[in-house]
C-alpha cells in the first residue's frame, strides 16, 4: 500500500503542463514541480543577480528563503526545465523548503496575453529569469502584461526577484538590451555610438531596489568592464542620467535585502569572484566624457578620477556587503578610479566617495491626527522616487510620486489595521514605518 501511495505521489507531483498550441507551434511549454495548491503567503522580498555560468549554491539558497515557503516561478525565453529540480533540490541539497516550483518558456510573444502566465505570475512569491538572449525577453514581454504584472508583483506583493546572465542583464531600470547582438569592450570603447551599444531607458522592469542602475554580467569571460562605461557614458552624455552600475563575474552573485545592503556571494579566496559597484564620481565638478563622438574612441579621464568603482570578493557565506542606500559604506573589497583615455581604461587605487548626501532613512515622518483626519506628514531632503501605503496583508493601497519637499498625505482608508509606509529616494534607499490608522470619522 505505501508503495502505491507513493507512486501516486510522484505522478501527482512531477507533471509538463500542456502547452498553449496555435497556428503550426506550441507559444509556451510549462514544467511543473510541486504541490498544485497554491500557499498563499508574505514573500520576504529582496533581489538575486548572478553573472552567468554555473549557479551560486550559497545565493540560490538566499533567493529560496525569500520565497518564504511559497511558489517559485522561473521565466526563459529558451532550454527547458533544468531550474526546477535545482531548486526543489532533488539533486542538489539545497535545502530550502518551498511550495512549488514551475518554469515557463516562452516560444514567442504571443504568450505573453496567455491568462494562465498572467495567474502564475500573480500567485508566484518569487520569480527567476533565466540566462538566454536579453534581446528576446525585451522583443517578447515589454509592453505586455508580463512587464507590467512582474512589477505589480515586486512593488506591491514585495516578491523576490531574481536572474541571471541575460536574466540579470534586464532587472536594472536601464539595460542594454542587445537588440542588435553584443559588442566587446574594445569595440565600445573605440566608438562609442557602435550600432551595437542598444542601451535603453524605455519601461520595462521596474526593481525598485535597481531605480537608476545598469548592470552587466560575465564580466570576466570576456572582460566587459569597458563597455560597462560606455554604457554609463550614453547614458549620461545622452539623456543627462548619472546612472550607476552594478556587475557581477560568472560564478559570483549580489543578493541585496529590501534595506539597500546588497551581499556578495562566490568562492573567493579559492576562485576570483568579483562583484563591481560603479559610480560617476560624485567629487568632480565637471563629469560628462570629455570625448564623446561617433567613431572617436572615448575619452573619459578627469584626471583619472571619472568613475568610483568598489571591487568586492564574493565569499561563500556571502560576508562582504556594499550599502546600496548611500554607496559609500563596504566591507571587504577596494575602492578603485576608473577612467579611459584614448579609448583605453585606466583602473588605480582609490578611496570611498567624500560627498554629501542624505538618505531617507534618516528622515521623520510623524502621523498626525487633525480633526478625525490621519495626516502623514512628509518632509524631507532627499529626492523621492515612490511613496507606497500597504496594509499587513501586503495590499495596496496608496501611490503618490514624486514629491515635493514637503507634502502633507490625506489616507483615505476606511478600514482601521495596521499600515506600512513605504517611501524610496533616488538613491535606492527604503524606508518603512508602521501606522495604525483607526476608523475615519
Known amino acids: 500500500m505505501k508503495n502505491i501511495t507513493k507512486k501516486i505521489t510522484k505522478l501527482f507531483y512531477f507533471c509538463i503542463i500542456p502547452a498553449i498550441s496555435m ?4 507559444i509556451y511549454t510549462s514544467y511543473y514541480l510541486g ?18 555560468g554555473t549557479e551560486n549554491d550559497s545565493a540560490t539558497k538566499w533567493f529560496l528563503q525569500r520565497a518564504n ?41 504571443r504568450a505573453s496575453y496567455e491568462p494562465y502566465i498572467h495567474k502564475k505570475i500573480q500567485q508566484a512569491e518569487a520569480i527567476w529569469i533565466a540566462g538566454g538572449n536579453q534581446a528576446t525577453y525585451v522583443e517578447y514581454w515589454r509592453n505586455t502584461p508580463i512587464d507590467s504584472l512582474i512589477n505589480e508583483a515586486i512593488q506591491k506583493r514585495n516578491i523576490a526577484i531574481g536572474g541571471t546572465s541575460a536574466g540579470m542583464a534586464i532587472l536594472g531600470e536601464y539595460y542594454f538590451s542587445a537588440c542588435k547582438g553584443t559588442i566587446r569592450s574594445e569595440e565600445a570603447l573605440k566608438d562609442p555610438f557602435h550600432p551595437n551599444l542598444c542601451v535603453e531607458k524605455q519601461r520595462f522592469l521596474l526593481t525598485p531596489l535597481l531605480q537608476g542602475i545598469i548592470t552587466d554580467t560575465h564580466y570576466d569571460n570576456p572582460d566587459r568592464k569597458g563597455r560597462h562605461i560606455v554604457f554609463l557614458a550614453k547614458l549620461l552624455k545622452e539623456h543627462g542620467i548619472e546612472a550607476k552600475g552594478i556587475a557581477c563575474d560568472e560564478h559570483t552573485a549580489v543578493c541585496i535585502s529590501p534595506e539597500g545592503i546588497a551581499r556578495v556571494f562566490g ?4 576562485e576570483e569572484d568579483y562583484a563591481y559597484f560603479i559610480q560617476v564620481n560624485c567629487e568632480n565638478t565637471l563629469k560628462e566624457p570629455e570625448i564623446y563622438e561617433p567613431q572617436k574612441p572615448l575619452e573619459w ?43 583605453e581604461m585606466i583602473i588605480r587605487a582609490s578611496r570611498a566617495p567624500n560627498c554629501p548626501t542624505t538618505s531617507i532613512k ?28 500597504i496594509n499587513s496583508l501586503g495590499q495596496f493601497f496608496l501611490e503618490k510620486t ?9 489616507t483615505s482608508i476606511d478600514i482601521p489595521g495596521f499600515y506600512f509606509l513605504v517611501i524610496q529616494d533616488e538613491a535606492g534607499a527604503v524606508f518603512f514605518k508602521k501606522f495604525y490608522l483607526p476608523v475615519k470619522e
Not at 35 to 52: F, H, Q, S, T, Y
Request: aromatic share 12%.
Open 23 to 26: 497556428g503550426q507551434g506550441l
Open 402 to 410: 514624486p514629491y515635493t519637499n514637503t507634502h502633507v498625505l490625506e
Open 69 to 109: 515557503g511559497g511558489d517559485i516561478l522561473v521565466l526563459r525565453t529558451s532550454g527547458a526545465d533544468g531550474y526546477n529540480e535545482y531548486f526543489w533540490n532533488l539533486k542538489y541539497k539545497l535545502g530550502i523548503s518551498i511550495n512549488s516550483i514551475e518554469t515557463i518558456v516562452f516560444h514567442e510573444r
Open 267 to 270: 568562492e573567493y579566496p579559492q
Open 35 to 52: 504541490n498544485p495548491e497554491d500557499r498563499k503567503i508574505n514573500a520576504l522580498g529582496g533581489v538575486c543577480l548572478m553573472g552567468g
Open 301 to 343: 579621464n578627469h584626471n583619472n578620477t571619472a568613475l568610483i568603482a568598489y571591487q568586492i570578493a564574493g565569499t561563500p557565506e556571502g560576508k562582504t556587503f556594499f550599502d546600496l542606500s548611500n554607496w559609500r559604506v563596504a566591507e571587504g573589497g577596494e575602492w578603485q578610479y576608473w577612467s579611459v583615455i584614448g579609448g
Open 362 to 389: 534618516s528622515q521623520s515622518f510623524p502621523l498626525i491626527s487633525v480633526k478625525g483626519r490621519e495626516l502623514i506628514f512628509i518632509q524631507h531632503t532627499c529626492r523621492l522616487k515612490q511613496v507606497l501605503l
